[in-house]
């Protein structure tokens, strides 16, 4: 289970930590914010959402030195010392509280927990229900049980255009055979192509 936002709190993601760089405790961030400099300022405190096994579970993280290397934004932070303690915070992601007066607020932000067991709605039909979020260098992905599969939504605007978390419910608006059950209909096509031979054998006499 990851950590949930404090009570009464409004957060926002800003990044996720991907890589240890270095021997002196830098991390790459893979950003969420439109304002990094800004935001990673030294002294600034973050939420982690990190599994309830890491040991920064429960503990917030504070921006030592943010710097840009070769495009990349990398940070020092307090308590990280080492490329080791770097380590343990890899895939970490970092929520800070909402400021009203800050510009551009930064919308569509959401906890794994708020949106496991959100239905999956496509044209009005329920059509699954998310199990998990899978947060990979490229884009999150929206894991959807679907019966017994599982299917791989990219959480993009044009894919799920809604989050109604107080209905209980996301809108998708899937490419043509996202929610199509693409294994089960090749193994449909294969007794049919399997039964023509069998049709074409006897007409040569080869059957039975």
Same mark, same amino acid.
């Given at each position: 289970?990851?950590a #949930? +936002?404090p009570?009464?709190?409004?957060?926002?993601? @800003?990044?996720?930590? @991907?890589?240890?760089?270095g021997l002196?405790?830098?991390i790459?961030i893979?950003?969420?914010?439109?304002?990094p %400099?800004g935001?990673?300022v030294? /002294?600034?405190?973050f939420?982690?959402q @990190?599994?309830e096994s890491?040991?920064?579970?429960?503990? =917030?993280l504070t921006?030592?030195?943010?710097?840009?290397?070769?495009?990349?934004?990398?940070?020092?932070?307090e308590?990280?010392?080492?490329?080791s303690?770097a380590?343990?915070?890899i895939?970490a992601?970092?929520w800070?509280d909402?400021?009203?007066?800050?510009?551009p607020?930064?919308d569509?932000?959401w906890?794994?927990?708020?949106l496991v067991?959100?239905d999956?709605v496509?044209?009005g039909e329920?059509?699954?229900r998310?199990v998990?979020?899978?947060?990979l260098p490229a884009?999150?992905?929206?894991i959807?049980?679907?019966r017994e599969?599982?299917?791989?939504? =990219?959480f993009v605007?044009? *894919? #799920?255009p809604? #989050?109604?978390v107080a209905? /209980?419910? @996301? *809108?998708v608006? =899937? +490419?043509?055979g996202?929610?199509?059950e693409?294994?089960?209909?090749?193994?449909?096509?294969? +007794?049919?192509?399997?039964?023509? %031979? %069998?049709?074409e054998?006897?007409? %040569? /006499?080869?059957?039975?």
């Amino acid at each position: 289970m990851n950590a #949930v +936002p404090p009570a009464g709190r409004t957060q926002l993601r @800003v990044g996720r930590l @991907v890589k240890a760089h270095g021997l002196k405790g830098a991390i790459k961030i893979e950003l969420y914010t439109d304002d990094p %400099d800004g935001r990673f300022v030294p /002294g600034a405190t973050f939420t982690l959402q @990190v599994p309830e096994s890491s040991p920064w579970h429960g503990k =917030p993280l504070t921006v030592r030195e943010f710097r840009w290397m070769n495009s990349h934004p990398v940070a020092f932070f307090e308590g990280v010392d080492d490329r080791s303690a770097a380590e343990e915070l890899i895939r970490a992601i970092l929520w800070v509280d909402e400021d009203s007066q800050s510009s551009p607020a930064e919308d569509d932000a959401w906890f794994d927990h708020q949106l496991v067991g959100l239905d999956v709605v496509r044209d009005g039909e329920t059509v699954g229900r998310v199990v998990r979020v899978d947060h990979l260098p490229a884009q999150d992905l929206l894991i959807v049980k679907v019966r017994e599969d599982e299917v791989l939504v =990219p959480f993009v605007k044009a *894919i #799920v255009p809604e #989050v109604d978390v107080a209905g /209980g419910r @996301v *809108i998708v608006t =899937p +490419p043509d055979g996202l929610f199509e059950e693409l294994p089960d209909d090749e193994g449909d096509e294969t +007794p049919s192509r399997s039964d023509g %031979d %069998d049709a074409e054998d006897a007409e %040569d /006499g080869t059957a039975g």
